[in-house]
């Protein structure tokens, strides 16, 4: 038999879900960003104050990004273990 052994229907799941997880780990990531460069251009920010909001808005866009593809993807290994 062919025990241990992906199916190319498993395969092919596992390419959907891996870039749905990339997608939509950029949308997250791109509005926590967004919200920071919204702020420097309302509050007309300059300087280190500017560049360290932005920085900010990186880093937290990083993190919900990172976070979004994390859950997205262990969500589907736990659905995929128990045959849903």
Known sequence: MDRGRESR?????MTVEIVFALVTAAVPAALVYA?????????DLS????????VAGVIL??????WR?????VRFDEQ???GR
């Open 9 to 13: 229907w498993e395969k092919d799941a």
């Open 35 to 43: 919200v920071a460069w919204t702020l420097v251009r309302v509050l």
């Open 47 to 54: 300087g280190s104050v500017r560049d360290g909001v932005l």
């Open 61 to 66: 866009g990083a993190v919900a990004g990172v």
């Open 69 to 73: 593809l994390v859950r997205v993807l």
């Open 80 to 82: 995929r273990r128990t």
